[in-house]
Each structure stands twice: as C-alpha cells, then as structure tokens.
C-alpha cells in the first residue's frame, strides 16, 4: 500500500460524485481525498490492513479506504448539523477535551482549529492521525482502549463520541468512566446511528439492504455488540447521573433520492459512498464471523445490498441519534 496517497477515490465509488464539490455551501467541507497515515501495529487480513492493539475489537480496517470513508463520515455529520461539531451547549473554549474513537483525528483538529483555548486529546485504537505540529498545537493523540481503564489524569470539560455503535463490548462502563473523568458541568456528546434501515414510504421493506440490516444486527449480536446502542444513550446517560439531556433525531438518506432541498440530495450521496463501503467490509466480520454464512453467501448478499443502496426508488435511510447530557454542578 502507498502510504502517501489514499486508494479510495469518490468517481471510483459514486461516478460524477467529484462534480459535486462545486454545488455544495462553501460553509461545509468538500469530499475529502487525504492521504493515509499507516499504523506500524496494522496487520493484513483479507486484503486490508486491520488494527492489532486490540485485535477483533474493531470490525472495520484502519488503512486508506477506511479512512476516506471516516473522513466522509465527518462531512456528512457536518452537514447533517448544519456545519456544527456538536449540538451540546458547550461555551467557549472549554479546557479539556476528549474525543473518543477519533479515527482520523479529523473533528478533534477542526475543533482545536476552531477552539485555540481549548486542549483537545483524540483517543483512538489506531495511530492513523496526521502530525499537524504548530499548524494546530493544541490538539494530541494518543492510542487507548476506552474500555480499559482510562490514562488520562485531568478531567474534561467536554467529551464528545461519534459513530462507536459498533466498537464497545460495555458501552455503560465506557459511559461510567466518562462521568468520572468530566468535571462538574462538564458535557458529553454521542453521535451514532443505526443498521436498521428505515423509509417513510415503505420502499425499503423486503430489499436487500434490509435483509443486510437484520443480518448486521444479528451477526454483531453473535460477537458480542448491541449495535443498536444509539437508541438506549438517553437511558444509559440518565442512570449515570447526567441531566439535561437531549436526544435529537435524523435521517443519513441512503442513497441522493431526495429531492426536497440541495442539504439533503448532497446527504444522500455522502452516505451512499459511505453505506456501500461499510456494507461491503464489515460484512466479513459480521457475517461472516459472527454467523458462520460462506464468503460466496457473504458476497451475494453484499452485491444486493450495495445495488439498493445505489437505487434511488428506494426511499430508504439509517436513523441518526445525537444525544448530549450535562454531569451535575
């Protein structure tokens, strides 16, 4: 793999797609192309490099395509929320902040770029975030377990989570560990979603993208991990003492079916890119570990999955949970 420039090219996913750079806001960010960041502790499996810190912890690799498609998750969201970063009524420049599962490191730096007074610390299983040295010097990473027992000695102002719905074995100790490492008033953030797809008109019943959705569910269910946590943070924040919270709900349109304004045709291909590439790496872990189905079964329903996910007369979309609390005064 050339570890100076990233695979994963948008006309090679979604024909036409760079053309799209011209028509959206100049306020958002444009479809990423960066370059990869290899983790020396990667190893190579099924064609892709994976992280081995915590080998199986994460079902997706952590190479070039990955991170492309991480990077695309950041746009989307960011466009999703209007150009915010988060929707918790964080004031100021807060003192410290945590950025679980930060992938690519990219929210921690535009946070940082965006927050000069704030100290921002991305944690992360993979070392795959670029050194950005005195262009951003208030912003670090650091390779951690979220749930291990945390490394950090200060506590945070704000802690912010995105897209770990399929990462924590105890997504509660995690959040325990959280509101101990918050200060009072101190606020955390999820942003998640789910596997069960959903449409409004009914299209996607019976297509193979929800067929893929319960099989996700089931095989994640089989290794261990409720990927449907995104509906039970409200919950889980309430039973560890948090107050004030707010769970906000939205639609990833699968796919640029709609029509009804420019924000949301442009959504729709952000995650058209993003579905079809998970769809296709995920399922290895998924389905194929965590059901036992045979990779020509695996593919066959992978290869449907991703021909709807492409097909605008399915009205379909993944249901968005962003849901912040407060840890008490």
């Not at 004031?91 to 007074?117: C, F, K, N």
């Not at 379909?316 to 005064?329: H, N, T």
């Amino acid at each position: 793999m050339d570890p100076a420039a990233s695979t994963m090219q948008v006309d090679d996913v979604l024909p036409g797609a760079a053309a799209a750079d011209a028509t959206l806001p100049s306020e958002y960010p444009p479809f990423p192309r960066g370059s990869t960041i290899p983790d020396p502790r990667s190893v190579e499996e099924h064609g892709r490099l994976w992280q081995n810190y915590r080998p199986d912890k994460y079902f997706l690799p952590n190479d070039a395509i990955e991170q492309d498609r991480l990077d695309f998750s950041n746009a989307a969201f960011r466009l999703l929320l209007d150009g915010a970063l988060h929707l918790a009524p964080v004031q100021g420049d807060p003192a410290r902040v945590l950025d679980i599962g930060t992938g690519t490191g990219v929210w921690a730096i535009q946070y940082a770029s965006e927050h000069p007074g704030s100290r921002v610390i991305g944690s992360d299983l993979s070392l795959i975030q670029p050194d950005v040295g005195a262009d951003v010097p208030n912003v670090e990473f650091v390779r951690e377990d979220s749930e291990e027992p945390w490394i950090h000695d200060e506590p945070f102002d704000f802690i912010h989570s995105r897209l770990m719905f399929t990462c924590f074995n105890n997504p509660r100790d995690v959040l325990r560990q959280a509101y101990q490492h918050l200060k009072p008033g101190g606020w955390i953030e999820y942003q998640d979603l789910l596997f069960n797809v959903d449409s409004d008109d009914g299209t996607h019943l019976g297509t193979g993208i929800h067929r893929w959705s319960h099989l996700a569910n089931l095989g994640a269910a089989a290794k261990g991990r409720d990927v449907e946590v995104a509906r039970k943070y409200k919950d889980y924040l309430t039973e560890a003492g948090f107050v004030e919270i707010v769970e906000a709900r939205y639609k990833f349109f699968g796919n640029p079916w709609p029509r009804s304004s420019q924000r949301d045709h442009q959504l729709g291909m952000y995650i058209e890119i993003i579905g079809a590439e998970v769809v296709r790496t995920i399922s290895t872990r998924l389905l194929g570990e965590g059901l036992g189905v045979p990779v020509e079964a695996v593919n066959a329903i992978v290869t449907q999955a991703q021909k709807d996910i492409s097909d605008r007369s399915i009205h379909f979309y993944w249901p968005v949970y962003v849901v912040y609390g407060r840890k008490p005064l």
